[in-house]
């Protein structure tokens, strides 16, 4: 019983710390987070600038292309297809 009692001690000791310190156990750096979280890209289609991990991604012959949405992607896709011959 008194086991029992000390891992829920334990528990609730571990969860209070994860909820003031939300970086308690991560692996990537907080700055490394925040830079990642606040870079900017340019769509390549209708050339809007947005956070990078709002963006849709697509692997364009190995290059990362960002759109601002899928229908942006989409639009990009069709006007590079019309565009060969």
Not at 23 to 37: C, D, I, M, Q, V
Request: hydrophobic share 35%; proline share 7%; glycine share 4%.
């Amino acid at each position: 019983m008194r086991t029992l009692v000390f891992l829920a001690l334990l528990y609730l000791a571990w969860r209070t710390l994860r909820s003031k310190f939300p970086t308690l156990g991560s692996s990537t750096p907080p700055k490394a987070r925040e830079s990642e979280s606040r870079e900017m890209v340019q769509d390549p289609h209708c050339k809007v600038f947005f956070p990078k991990t709002e963006g849709v991604l697509l692997n364009d012959s190995g290059t990362e292309r960002y759109f601002c949405s899928e229908a942006c992607r989409d639009a990009f896709l069709a006007s590079r297809t019309s565009s060969r011959p």
